[in-house]
């Protein structure tokens, strides 16, 4: 998992290589929610400047349960909200799901991925898909590859992020480039 910074207590500074003057502005976190991998990925956004500050994958192993998995996704949100204390959480919508059953698996994974938020107090919005792909590479039909490196380089990563993780860094990125304009329309987070 790579971590460039991190910050001890309530108070969060601007990201050290920013000059002083530039205001910190929101910490995001993206979920690229799954059963097995879940992608996380945690960005700030100082100005117009976005900057990776922790990003990885959640994995549960195909032999453990169901229920084990859903509890060990919580327990690593929870772990990550509390370590960096993101203002908002962002996560991908539900799309087409060609089978029933990794569609439900998938909303038990949201299920959890919204509760834990709600119950640390922390707002989640969702983006469609396309609408992510579109943030971040210019197409709402990108390819997973074209995603990772789009995101490696707008955060300027040293290398490229896994797949999963790579996903939630994008998801991060399209809320960071949204967030103005839901504000402007109040949309309320779910």
Partial sequence: ?????????????????????????????????ALRATGVGVVDVCGSRLSAVHYG?????????????????????????????PEVVAVEGVFFAKFARAALLLGHARGVVIATCARLGVPVFEYEPRRVKQAVV???????????????????????????????????ICHAQNRTRQIALGTAPL
Avoid: W
């Avoid at 790579?2 to 530039?22: E, K």
């Avoid at 994958?57 to 960096?84: D, K, V």
């Avoid at 039909?141 to 490196?149: F, S």
């Fill in 57 to 85: 994958t959640l994995r549960n192993p195909a032999s453990r349960p169901l229920s084990a998995c859903l509890l060990a996704i919580e327990e690593g949100l929870a772990e990550l909200l509390t370590a960096h204390r």
């Fill in 138 to 172: 210019g197409q709402g039909g990108a390819a997973k590859e074209q995603v990772q490196r789009m995101v490696q380089a707008m955060l300027q990563l040293p290398e490229l992020p896994p797949e999963d993780a790579a996903d939630a860094l994008a998801i991060a």
């Fill in 1 to 33: 998992m790579y971590t460039p910074s991190s910050f001890d207590g309530d108070a969060r500074p601007a990201p050290s290589h920013l000059p002083p003057r530039v205001a910190y502005t929101c910490r995001i976190l993206g979920v690229d929610t």
